[in-house]
């Protein structure tokens, strides 16, 4: 019984890092086809969603199981609750990359606008990370987790400029518009992405140091990154 439990634990977290690689690679594609108009690489991260939603399916459904036939304590049940709230924040992820992906399909002229407001910067930072709260988890990497966290405020600002500056280039050229607002809509979805970074983040710190970190300050995670490095 032991030694199936172990091994539902393993299956589970390979299957989860399963899920997250497939996720990191659709937001670098509709990321990429944002820029670039690529309108093939944008029908594929559309098309490659419902493969995510499945696996998210199965590993909700094995958590279940596991829940159902075992009674997990300590490392364990960190990790079961943490996997289940990763699984959770990856697919609203798959999603949020489909909606980018989706812009790219219905606003032909949105690499313009990317290039003109220069969304790149931004799109690096929140692949970054995307793919950083991921090798946390995959690692147990508390300290690469607390490091992302911190740059979420960058990606806000970021994202806050570059929106101000996309409200202000719709007045100056009306026939961007529609364009413009497609942009504000990436720029909805790419801030949420970071926001979903964040939390994976607070989960692996949650399943490795048994820390809930969610209600400290973003301005003190400085402070409790830096006792953790001084602590090793």
Do not use: W
Not at 14 to 24: A, D, F, H, Q
């Amino acid at each position: 019984m032991h030694r199936s439990f172990e091994d539902n634990l393993d299956k589970l977290r390979t299957r989860l890092i399963r899920m997250g690689s497939i996720v990191e690679e659709q937001v670098e594609y509709a990321l990429r086809a944002t820029l670039d108009g690529s309108r093939e690489v944008a029908q594929l991260v559309m098309d490659r969603d419902d493969k995510v939603d499945k696996l998210d399916m199965k590993i909700d459904k094995q958590c279940q199981r596991i829940f159902a036939l075992h009674q997990p304590v300590a490392s364990d049940l960190r990790l079961l609750l943490a996997a289940l709230k990763i699984n959770n924040e990856l697919e609203r992820t798959g999603d949020l990359a489909y909606n980018v992906a989706r812009n790219v399909l219905e606003q032909p002229d949105l690499p313009r606008i990317a290039e003109q407001m220069q969304l790149q910067r931004l799109t690096h930072g929140v692949h970054t990370m995307v793919k950083g709260s991921l090798d946390a988890f995959v690692n147990n990497d508390p300290e690469l987790a607390y490091q992302i966290m911190r740059t979420d405020n960058q990606i806000d600002a970021m994202t806050r400029d570059i929106f101000h500056a996309t409200v202000a280039y719709m007045k100056t050229d009306v026939n961007a518009i529609d364009a413009c607002v497609g942009m504000l809509m990436v720029l909805r979805n790419l801030e949420r992405m970071a926001d979903q970074a964040t939390n994976i983040c607070e989960n692996v710190i949650f399943l490795v140091e048994a820390k809930l970190v969610k209600m400290i300050p973003m301005h003190g995670l400085e402070d409790v990154g830096a006792s953790q490095e001084s602590a090793t």
